[in-house]
């Protein structure tokens, strides 16, 4: 134990654990699905999410190295250039990132945008896209560059008064459309952990970001771009989650109901809380 340690984390807070369950266990097949593609029948599952934020710092002074006895130091003082949004693409079946964007903004337009640059990447393909519930993931413009992609030509209403694209529930019943060769799955509502992307944006704040000195928005938006092959080419692989079986998915299910106290504590749990 560590009492002297501490972090944040996030209540879920979630309403229908059936559902909950359900969207859990969706999710874990589509990484077993991955893991094996050239069975699935062409299906290619893209986990996405953005960024924001990303700020442009310049140190004000050079950054000492590392000694004997001695860590790297690096000064306090810097000078902002401003932020970026990066918006990636993990393909869970090769864990190499694709067709991603570094932008100043993250609207509407510009997730649709980023979509539409994805989905020319494999024509072919049944594309699922795993990605959390951000009102500009469920949009008007995404709705309408879906339908215009896989040739649908219905009405599709209006928004805010009738059709698909009256609400964002509408919205989002469309875009994960199982009949739809682009579908959309969606984590639960403060559940980013079970979206693979947000590892590969730790594994890029490790790499680049952290330590990074950045003269420039450009000079920023560069090294982000550069790391990205460079990432590819040495570390990439088929992105496993081990809760993937019937029993390791009832586990987990069961931990953050646990964490809810919808279930009373494991006798561990006890122990730690009596301690």
């Known amino acids: 134990m560590q009492p002297h340690r501490s972090r944040y984390w996030e209540h879920p807070n979630i309403a229908d654990w059936d559902e909950f369950a359900h969207q859990v266990e969706e999710i874990c097949q589509l990484h077993v699905q991955a893991a094996h593609q050239e069975e699935a029948g062409g299906l290619k599952v893209i986990s996405i999410d953005e960024k924001p934020g990303i700020q442009a710092l310049e140190r004000d002074g050079v950054t000492l190295p590392t000694m004997a006895e001695k860590v790297e130091r690096r000064e306090f003082n810097y000078v902002r250039h401003g932020t970026q949004v990066l918006t990636a693409n993990l393909d869970l079946a090769t864990g190499e990132l694709m067709s991603e964007t570094v932008a100043h903004t993250r609207t509407e337009?510009?997730?649709?945008?980023?979509?539409?640059?994805?989905?020319?990447?494999?024509?072919?393909?049944?594309?699922?896209?795993?990605?959390?519930?951000?009102?500009?993931?469920?949009?008007?413009?995404?709705?309408?560059?879906?339908?215009?992609?896989?040739?649908?030509?219905?009405?599709?209403?209006?928004?805010?008064?009738?059709?698909?694209?009256?609400?964002?529930?509408?919205?989002?019943?469309?875009?994960?459309?199982?009949?739809?060769?682009?579908?959309?799955?969606?984590?639960?509502?403060?559940?980013?952990?079970?979206?693979?992307?947000?590892?590969?944006?730790?594994?890029?704040?490790?790499?680049?970001?952290?330590?990074?000195?950045?003269?420039?928005?450009?000079d920023l938006r560069e090294k982000i771009q550069r790391y990205i092959p460079y990432y590819n080419q040495h570390f990439a692989k088929v992105w496993k989650w081990s809760a993937v079986k019937t029993k390791q998915i009832e586990t987990l299910i069961a931990k953050v109901m646990r964490i809810e106290g919808v279930l009373p504590p494991s006798e561990d749990e006890k122990m730690v809380a009596y301690l």
């Not at 639960?188 to 330590?211: A, G, M, T």
């Open 109 to 218: 337009a510009d997730f649709a945008d980023h979509i539409g640059r994805l989905i020319p990447s494999d024509p072919a393909a049944q594309l699922v896209i795993l990605c959390d519930q951000l009102n500009t993931h469920k949009s008007e413009s995404l709705v309408r560059l879906i339908a215009q992609t896989i040739g649908d030509d219905q009405d599709l209403g209006e928004k805010g008064k009738c059709g698909i694209l009256e609400s964002m529930q509408t919205r989002q019943t469309y875009l994960s459309d199982h009949e739809h060769r682009i579908r959309f799955v969606y984590t639960p509502k403060h559940c980013s952990w079970l979206n693979p992307i947000e590892v590969w944006f730790s594994i890029l704040d490790k790499h680049v970001l952290r330590r990074g000195n950045f003269i420039s928005k450009e």
